[in-house]
C-alpha cells in the first residue's frame, strides 16, 4: 500500500475515533429517549381502567385479535377456554351451553353440552375421539341436550373407549346424572344396535362419576395435576352444583346457573377466569321484547339466575383476572346495560362469554386475552387424533345384514340398475374381520 493511501486510512480512523468521543447531541438523545418510553407507562401512569395489569395477548398468538382453529400451538404452561355455546335459547349465533378448557399437557375437558354445540366443535376441528371427560353442572336440558349424539357418534370418530361423564346428584336417584345416562342408553339402543355393524369398542360404555350435589369442596376430577372440585349451587332444585379447575397454577371456576351465593366465593377467589350466568335486571323492558310477562320474567330470575348487579358483586369479592358472563342472549340493546350492572360493584376485567367461540387464553405469569374464534361457514367432520404409531380396530359385534330381516333387504333396488355401467365398484357388504385388527395409525398428520 503507498504513503499515500495509508495516511487517508489512518486519517479516516481518526476522524471516527474523534467523532466516538464527542458527547450526543442533547436533541438527538431527548428524542431517542422520548421514542423508546411513549407509549410505555411503566410506573408512571396507570393506563386503562379495567385491563391492567392483568389482560395482554401472547408473542406466540398466530393472530392477536381473531384465533385461528389448527394454527396456533398450545403452550406448555397454557390454557384455553373456547364457548361451544353461550345461551340458554339457540339462534344463529349461540348454541346452548358448553366449554371447552385446552391444557398445555394435552388434557381437554367439555362443561355442559346443550343444544346445538356440537356443530362448534366439529367447525373448529375438534375430533370427537380426543374429549374423553365431560362435567354437567346441571341436568337442564339446554346444558345437557348433545350428550346423547355426543354418546352416539363419538365412537364412530375413532372414540372407542369409555366416555367418563360427571355430574351431581339429586335429591333422589332419579334426579342424579347416574340415573339420566342409564336411561339415555336405554333411549338409544335402537341407534346402538345398528352401529355395533362398525367398530365401536367400548364407545358405548360410559362411565358415570356420579358426585355428591351436597359435597361442598368435594374433588371431582384428579389426575395428571389437574384437579377439579365442585360445590352445591342453588338453581330451581337441588342437585345443581359448580365447578373450579386447577392446574399448573392456571385456575377457572364455572359457575353453571345458578343464585349469587356465598360458596362461590369462598371457592372461586383469585382465580384467572370466573364465568357465571348473567341476566339483565331489566325485567319491564325485556319482557316487552320476549313477550312474557314481567312477573313470570322476574319469577325466574329470582328464584333460579344471577342479575348482573349479583355477579359484579360475586367479582369484587373473589377478584379474578377476567370476571366472564355467560348463558346470556348477546343483544346489543341490552349489553350496555349489562356492563353497567356488572360495574356498579366491579371495576375489574369483564367479557362476555357469547357469543358462541370466544376464545380465551391464560399464558405467561397469568396474563389472559380473548377473542373470536374464525370458522368456515361449512365444515367436514374433523378426522380422529391417535398418538400412538398404530391403531386397534375393534371387531364390531355383528353384521349388518344381521339386524335387517331378508323380506326388507329384497325390497332393495339391485345396484346394476342405478350405477353407470363401468362405474359400479366391487361392494363392501360385510366386515371382514371378526377380530380386532392393530394396523398402522392412518389418521397420522
Aim: hydrophobic letters at 35%; one cysteine or more.
Amino acid at each position: 500500500m503507498c504513503r499515500k493511501a495509508v495516511l487517508t486510512v489512518l486519517g479516516l480512523l481518526l476522524a471516527t475515533l474523534a467523532n466516538a468521543q464527542q458527547p450526543p447531541d442533547p436533541e438527538i438523545s431527548k428524542a431517542k429517549t422520548f421514542f423508546e418510553t411513549a407509549g410505555n407507562p411503566g410506573d408512571r401512569w396507570i393506563e386503562g381502567e379495567t385491563m391492567v395489569p392483568h389482560v395482554a395477548p401472547a408473542s406466540h398468538f398466530q393472530a392477536t385479535m381473531v384465533y385461528y382453529p389448527g394454527a396456533e400451538e398450545l403452550q406448555p404452561d397454557e390454557m384455553r377456554v373456547i364457548f361451544m355455546g353461550s345461551a340458554p335459547y339457540p339462534n344463529e349465533s349461540q348454541s346452548g351451553m358448553s366449554i371447552l378448557v385446552e391444557l398445555g399437557n394435552g388434557n381437554r375437558f367439555v362443561f355442559d353440552l346443550g343444544i346445538g354445540s356440537l356443530r362448534n366443535y366439529n367447525a373448529l376441528m375438534i375430533p370427537f375421539n380426543t374429549i374423553n371427560h365431560v362435567f354437567f353442572t346441571h341436568l337442564h336440558m339446554d346444558h345437557v341436550s348433545d350428550l346423547p349424539y355426543f354418546t352416539m357418534f363419538r365412537p364412530i370418530q375413532g372414540g372407542w373407549t369409555p366416555l367418563h361423564i360427571y355430574g351431581p346428584s339429586g335429591s333422589d336417584e332419579q334426579y342424579g346424572i347416574a340415573h339420566m345416562v342409564k336411561h339415555m342408553m336405554k333411549m338409544t339402543a335402537w341407534h346402538q344396535d345398528s352401529f355395533h355393524s362398525w367398530p365401536i369398542g367400548e364407545g358405548y360404555a360410559p362411565i358415570v362419576h356420579e358426585v355428591d350435589f351436597m359435597d361442598a369442596g368435594g374433588v371431582a376430577y384428579e389426575a395428571d395435576g389437574v384437579e377439579i372440585t365442585h360445590w352445591p349451587t342453588s338453581h330451581t332444585k337441588d342437585g345443581a352444583t359448580s365447578y373450579r379447575l386447577d392446574w399448573n397454577g392456571r385456575s377457572l371456576c364455572y359457575t353453571g346457573d345458578n343464585r349469587p351465593n356465598s360458596l362461590t366465593i369462598e371457592y372461586c377467589k383469585d382465580v384467572d377466569i370466573l364465568i357465571s350466568e348473567v341476566q339483565t335486571a331489566t325485567v319491564s323492558i325485556s319482557s316487552m321484547s320476549l313477550g312474557m310477562p314481567p312477573a313470570m320474567a322476574a319469577y325466574t330470575i329470582d328464584t333460579s339466575h344471577t342479575p348482573a348487579y349479583g355477579l359484579g358483586y360475586i367479582c369484587k369479592q373473589t377478584k379474578p383476572r377476567v370476571c366472564v358472563g355467560t348463558h346470556y342472549g348477546f343483544d346489543d340493546i341490552f349489553n350496555n346495560e349489562v356492563v353497567a350492572q356488572v360495574r356498579h360493584h366491579y371495576r375489574g376485567a369483564f367479557a362476555f362469554g357469547a357469543p358462541d367461540l370466544v376464545t380465551f387464553n391464560v399464558h405467561g405469569d397469568r396474563k389472559v386475552w380473548w377473542r373470536p374464534a374464525v370458522t368456515a361457514g361449512t365444515a367436514q367432520t374433523p378426522r380422529p387424533v391417535f398418538e400412538s404409531e398404530t391403531v386397534t380396530l375393534p371387531a364390531p359385534r355383528h353384521q349388518v345384514h344381521d339386524v335387517i330381516n331378508d323380506r326388507v333387504k329384497a325390497n332393495e333396488i339391485p345396484p346394476e340398475k342405478w350405477y353407470p355401467e363401468g362405474h359400479k365398484p366391487e361392494l363392501v357388504r360385510e366386515w371382514p374381520l371378526t377380530e380386532d385388527l392393530e394396523i398402522p395409525n392412518p389418521f397420522a398428520r
